[in-house]
C-alpha cells in the first residue's frame, strides 16, 4: 500500500497519480499497488515534483513497524523517530 499527502502538486502530476489511486480528499493518494510499482511512483514524485510540492509517503515496508515514511520538502508537519518507530508530530 502507498499513501501519498501533497501540499500541493503540479497539475500534470496530479493527472498521472489519479491513474494508479484514488483522491478521497484534494491532494490525498491512496493504492493498493505492488511494490515494485511504488517504488516506480515514489521515484516518479521525487523526480518531477518541486520541494514547494510537500510531499509525505508512506510507504509498505517488510520489517516492523510493517511501513517507512518520507517526507520531500516542506511537509508541514516534523517526521521524528523514536525506539526505530517512525512518527508524524503534530503542531
Known sequence: ???????DLPPAVRGRMKL???EPRPNVFVSGVKDAVAKK???????NCPRSSGLMVFSRIPQTPG??????????RGLTEISGLQLVIEK
Open 41 to 47: 511512483v515514489v521515484d516518479y514524485l521525487y523526480k
Open 67 to 76: 511501513y517507512e515514511i518520507r517526507g520531500i520538502g516542506d511537509t508541514k
Open 20 to 22: 494508479w489511486f484514488i
Open 1 to 7: 500500500m502507498l499513501v501519498v499527502i501533497a501540499n
